[in-house]
């Protein structure tokens, strides 16, 4: 399975400024897999190390932290060589052992020749817990997503649609696949991008009985979230914490999709949830996206922290906790309008976040909302208005555009590409491209029209 972060660890590997590194994701995502296939394929060997799998392996940090000493002692617990230009060092489920995410200070200090990687699915929790573990500028950086809806077409062998895709949205023309495509998202929006659960979708085949395999596995892994709130959050929380993760597709749906803590449960108030929300995006399953006041830059100056919309990790996830079927996402303009606006927007959070894009949404008394407002690759404050389907009239973004007078304006729906009335019309499929080219990352010629 090709994932998007080989080529970011490839860039780690040959930066001349290298310092060791930590991978952040939520559980399930693939940092262990993406891990060991980057070792495979750019190094002679891996040292390889599972906090988890093999508890005795902390004692190696019980003693000095010096990293030659270090190496010299996992050399001999694994039986193997460790060159520092030919090994790549890894210490999974880093967070089960305190003294070696302390010990990766010394290396970035005293022996900076080895390559050495961290991950772990809880680290943020234990980093905000505990923040004095932190390396702080000893470390470089990186985190890893769901599969976005690009890599889940190459999972499934669409590379030549995908290319097809970004080259209509570098053009502005429209995509002849566009029906096609369509139907590729909404199985998307089903499957969603956690490795397993694509792996099992791809591996089964079309047709009701690999859906029933995939929420299968979807329900695994919501399981093995619950199992960490259980395991590892404060006991004072825990309820709490509990209450609140189970809350998000009923927040989602609601007409106004703004957190709102009395959705929760009646009479529940910020002070009583703001630890347990704080312990949910510290564990990458849930994402916040604040409200601003103002389309104006720089945007964290108009920041309203009170107001917020509460994303869940993978969009797949989500619908399994609507318990959808494939009918309930085709288009329609039956009641389900509104949960189909859910999982369009999560959807489109999904994609925004997978490239490291954290966008706020804009919003005004009189209840005038944008979904999504970022700044692009120059400057730029852009409106992102999401529709679920071809039915686009809103007097939202009409509102933000006469307010703040955006240079262009986007509407991601299930229409197809094009440009009118300075608005530019991107398909809900093109949302992953759309982000690199906002971000500089992706080609955007003309994309202002």
């Known amino acids: 399975m090709e994932r998007r972060i080989f080529a970011a660890l490839q860039d780690w590997k040959t930066s001349p400024s290298r310092k060791p590194l930590l991978l952040f994701g939520a559980r399930q995502v693939g940092k262990t897999y993406a891990l060991r296939v980057f070792g495979a394929r750019s190094y002679e060997n891996v040292a390889f190390i599972d906090f988890a799998r093999d508890a005795r392996a902390a004692d190696i940090f019980e003693g000095s932290l010096d990293p030659r000493a270090l ?3 996992i050399g001999a617990y694994l039986r193997m060589d460790i060159d520092p230009a030919k090994t790549l060092i890894v210490f999974d489920e880093v967070q089960l052992c305190e003294r070696a995410l302390t010990a990766l200070k010394y290396f970035c200090d005293d022996a900076p ?35 976005g809806f690009d890599e889940f077409l190459a999972a499934l062998g669409e590379g030549r649609l995908a290319a097809l895709i970004q080259e209509s949205l570098a053009t502005n023309q429209s995509l002849g696949l566009h029906e096609r495509a369509l139907e590729l998202y909404r199985e998307y929006l089903l499957v969603g991008g956690m ?7 791809v591996s089964s085949g079309a047709g009701p009985a690999p859906l029933d395999h995939v929420r299968s596995k979807q ?104 318990q959808a079927l494939p009918e309930d996402v085709q288009p329609s303009d039956d009641k389900a309008a509104r949960f189909r606006g859910a999982l369009a927007e999560n959807y489109v959070m999904q994609q925004l976040v997978s490239r490291d894009v954290l966008p706020h949404y804009w ?62 019309s991107v398909p809900l499929y093109a949302a992953c491209y759309l982000a690199d080219g906002l971000m500089g990352a992706g080609p955007m010629a003309g994309f202002v029209g």
């Open 71 to 73: 190496v010299a002692q």
């Open 113 to 147: 020749t080895y390559h050495v990687a961290a991950a772990g699915s809880l680290l943020g929790v234990k980093l905000r817990r505990e923040q004095a573990l932190f390396p702080v500028g000893k470390v470089d950086m990186l985190a890893l997503h769901p599969l």
């Open 195 to 201: 490795p397993e659960v694509v792996d099992a979708f």
């Open 219 to 322: 329900l695994e892994i919501d399981q093995a979230y619950l199992a960490d709130i259980a395991k590892y959050a404060p006991v004072g929380d825990m309820p709490r914490i509990s209450e609140a993760w189970a809350s998000v597709p009923a927040q989602l749906a609601k007409e106004n999709r703004k957190f709102q803590y009395k959705a929760i449960r009646s009479g529940a108030r910020a002070s009583q949830y703001e630890g347990a929300l704080a312990w949910l995006v510290s564990t990458g399953t849930v994402t916040r996206c604040f409200r601003v006041g103002e389309g104006t830059a720089p945007l964290a100056t108009f920041e309203d922290r009170a107001s917020f919309k509460l994303y869940k990790v993978d969009t797949g996830l989500l619908s399994a906790s609507y």
């Open 363 to 424: 919003g005004t008394a009189s209840r005038a909302e944008v979904e999504f407002v970022v700044r692009d690759r120059e400057g730029n404050v852009v409106p992102i208005e999401v529709k679920s389907g071809t039915n686009v009239r809103s007097s939202s973004l009409g509102v933000y555009r006469r307010a703040y007078g955006p240079r262009y304006a986007v509407r991601i729906s299930a229409r197809n590409f094009g440009f009118e009335g300075g608005i530019r």
